[in-house]
Structures are given as structure tokens and as C-alpha cells.
Nanobody
Framework: QVQLVESGGGLVQAGGYLRLSCAAS????????MGWYRQAPGKQRELVAT???????NYADSVKGRFAISRDNARNTVYLQMNSLKPEDTAVYYC???????????WGQGTQVTVSS
């Protein structure tokens, strides 16, 4: 059983920054992509950023230029550097890992990010 543990969330003022981390409890093989999603109160969960096993990245338009996703495959860890945070970034952020050889999707429990004005 694999668990994803997110960390780095918290309360920050607008314009500030946070770095989220997501680490797997044990080694995950055949990772195809890793990413971050978020869900604000009363809204649907949305894609924030993804990075594939070959390093291709994708970002939601709302975070382009402000957020950066990176990963360390050897450590089964994915990061999300969030700069120039805005109140609308307030949400629970979830880590996601997808595998290909044995198709699976793993989700973390989420970490709260609150941006004050």
C-alpha cells in the first residue's frame, strides 16, 4: 500500500510564497506522471500542474508564471513552488501520482493553503 504525504501548506500573505512537497511512503515503479490538484470550498477539484516521467510540464492558465512543479523520481517526490500567491489560490492542494505498467492513481490527503489579502 502506497501513501502520499503532502507538506508545506499553511497561511501566507498575498504576494508571498510556499513550497509544497509530496513524498511516497514507499518506492513507486513505472510512474507516468505526477501532479498537483486543488479544491476550493464549493468548487470542483482542478488541475494545477503536472510533470511527466520525461519532464514535460503542464500548468493551469491561472498559475502560469507563478508556480513551478518539479520532481525527484529517485525519491518519488514531487514539489510545487508557489510564488506571488493570491487569495484565489486558497484551497486544499492534493498530490497525485499515476503509474503506467500497473495502471494506478494515488492521491494524498491534501494540505491546506490559505492566502490572506
Amino acid at each position: 500500500q502506497v501513501q502520499l504525504v503532502e507538506s508545506g501548506g499553511g497561511l501566507v500573505q498575498a504576494g508571498g510564497y510556499l513550497r509544497l512537497s509530496c513524498a511516497a511512503s514507499r518506492r513507486i515503479f513505472s510512474i507516468s506522471a505526477m501532479g498537483w490538484y486543488r479544491q476550493a470550498p464549493g468548487k470542483q477539484r482542478e488541475l494545477v500542474a503536472t510533470v511527466t516521467n520525461v519532464g514535460s510540464t503542464n500548468y493551469a492558465d491561472s498559475v502560469k508564471g507563478r508556480f513551478a512543479i518539479s520532481r525527484d523520481n529517485a525519491r518519488n517526490t514531487v514539489y510545487l513552488q508557489m510564488n506571488s500567491l493570491k487569495p484565489e489560490d486558497t484551497a486544499v492542494y492534493y498530490c497525485n501520482v499515476n503509474t503506467r505498467l500497473t495502471p494506478s492513481s494515488y492521491w494524498g490527503q491534501g494540505t491546506q493553503v490559505t492566502v490572506s489579502s
